[in-house]
């Protein structure tokens, strides 16, 4: 069986972010207790993997899996003057500033995933936002992510 949260924590420690897997209250934890942010940090979580068997002939031969993976920031990546993401700062502010940049390195760290893993094939991706999130106040761009696993 392929250790699917080894995978997404090697790529996101190739891409230099900091990694989280679990529910969203295990996460904060992680990133409020044994974490203090730098300016222009990443974070890429990964939250509990969905999976469902495709069985022919009584033997598993792949698994449909799902799950979401965060990707964000609390500071811009200008790291000289970088803004602290606040609550007062606009949706427009926050897209501006962080949230425009974290969906291309979403979409970035997607493909190297699965263009990276031959035993992943990559169905559907569905990105979305999260503002203001965990006691750090992180904006966060989810990618939903639908793929199969192959279990040969």
Same mark, same amino acid.
């Given at each position: 069986m392929i250790d699917l949260v080894e995978i997404f924590e090697n790529y996101a420690c190739a891409a230099e972010y900091e990694f989280a897997y679990g529910r969203k209250d295990i996460q904060n934890w992680e990133l409020t207790a044994n974490k203090t942010f730098q300016s222009g940090e990443t974070v890429l979580l990964l939250f509990? +993997? +969905?999976?469902s068997a495709n069985i022919d002939n009584s033997q598993i031969f792949s698994w449909n899996a %799902?799950?979401?993976i965060w990707l964000g920031r609390k500071f811009d990546v @200008? +790291? #000289?003057s970088g803004t602290y993401s606040q609550l007062d700062e606009t949706e &427009?502010?926050?897209? @501006? &500033? &962080? !949230?425009k940049d974290l969906r291309d @390195? !979403? %979409?970035t760290f997607v493909k190297s995933v699965f263009c990276g893993e031959s035993d992943l094939e990559l169905v559907n991706l569905r990105i979305l936002r999260e503002i203001n999130q965990f006691d750090e106040n992180l904006d *966060? $761009? $989810? #990618?939903? !992510?639908? *793929? +199969?696993a192959d279990d040969s």
């Open positions: 509990p +993997i +969905i999976e %799902a799950t979401q @200008d +790291i #000289g &427009r502010q926050k897209y @501006d &500033r &962080r !949230l @390195d !979403l %979409a *966060f $761009v $989810v #990618g939903e !992510l639908n *793929f +199969i």
